[in-house]
């Protein structure tokens, strides 16, 4: 493989290929985490419209009225976005959808390290903390048990790579 100029000048590139081909993806959290932040969510707009049609949230406080449409359209897009997460790892990058993309080069990883509540992954999704060598960093989110594989392997040749 050519190197770049940046390359030559710096430690050689960690190179890492998935074991199930080209690329792999898997949504970001558990389905079980997504119900209860789910119910949740419409827990909350449920809640505001009882308070409306009671006649909770006067139509005087007009100010209050729309901080809180502007805090419960947030709410919503959070949601969304988590909703439809999905993380992806290819020979190049690992990369998450989220409210803004996550990505990280391959080549440019430091340190990875796997966090996860064993006995609450049903609920608490496992998440991989990778750095670069510049210091950047960013935590990617993995409810796919084959992803949780191919991270346990990554972090694992990243580590041997590394020591040398």
Known sequence: MNETPVEALGPPP????PSDGPSIEGPAFSWSFKALVTALVFGMVFWFIQLWVN???????????SWFLAALAMILY??????RSVTTLNAQELRQTWMWQKKMELRELAY?????????????????YARTLMGKFAVFHCADPRMLAEFERLVAEL???RAM
């Open 14 to 17: 960690f190179r890492f290929t």
């Open 55 to 65: 006649g909770k949230v006067s139509g005087g406080a007009v100010s209050i009225l």
């Open 78 to 83: 959070t949601w969304w976005c988590m909703v």
């Open 112 to 128: 990875c390290k796997l966090i996860r509540v064993r006995g609450l992954e049903w609920l608490i999704a496992p998440r991989l």
């Open 159 to 161: 580590k041997a790579f």
